[in-house]
């Protein structure tokens, strides 16, 4: 037998029992054998051996030389920027929540709504005086266009008073 190691033969004690082939590879995820098919030593990964039960760090693995190595980390980013992404461990899955508070462009005209594909939305509010734009850049254009506005009435006025 391969396994129990080479026995040998002892002038007066007779056959002597070989000593048995070591089979720990010292690695604590693979699993440990003697093949006395193949006459070899097997040393089997098995990725369960890593398992931590964890479903949000990734699924582990288990490196023949390295011993266990850690899961990638799931994705949780839908890319839609008004939901709330996390990871449930308990129900093993991705949670993309969506959080209308978001989608508020300070316009007390509109509703923000955030759709959990296309992302945020401004829904006007019935009944509601003029839409005025208060993010920054709505601000700026909204300036522009007042001071446009002044310059082409005094342009009108110059012009006026300078044909009369």
Do not use: K, M
């Not at 949000?56 to 030389?65: I, N, R, W």
């Not at 969506?98 to 005209?109: F, I, N, S």
């Amino acid at each position: 037998q391969f396994c129990d190691g080479s026995e040998t033969c002892h002038a007066t004690l007779d056959c002597r029992a070989g000593t048995a082939v070591p089979v720990d590879d010292g690695v604590g995820c693979t699993v440990d054998s003697c093949d006395e098919v193949g006459d070899v030593v097997v040393n089997a990964v098995n990725n369960a051996n890593c398992d931590n039960g964890q479903f949000c760090d990734g699924s582990e693995t288990c490196h023949a030389t390295l011993d266990c190595q850690a899961g990638t980390t799931v994705p949780v980013d839908d890319s839609v920027a008004c939901t709330d992404d996390s990871c449930d461990e308990v129900g093993d899955l991705v949670v993309n929540t969506v959080d209308d508070a978001l989608c508020d462009d300070g316009d007390p005209c509109t509703v923000g709504i955030c759709d959990a594909v296309s992302g945020c939305a401004s829904v006007p509010v019935s009944g509601c005086g003029a839409s005025v734009p208060s993010s920054p850049r709505g601000a700026r254009l909204l300036i522009v266009l007042f001071l446009a506005a002044a310059a082409l009435r005094e342009l009108r006025r110059a012009r006026r008073s300078a044909s009369v």
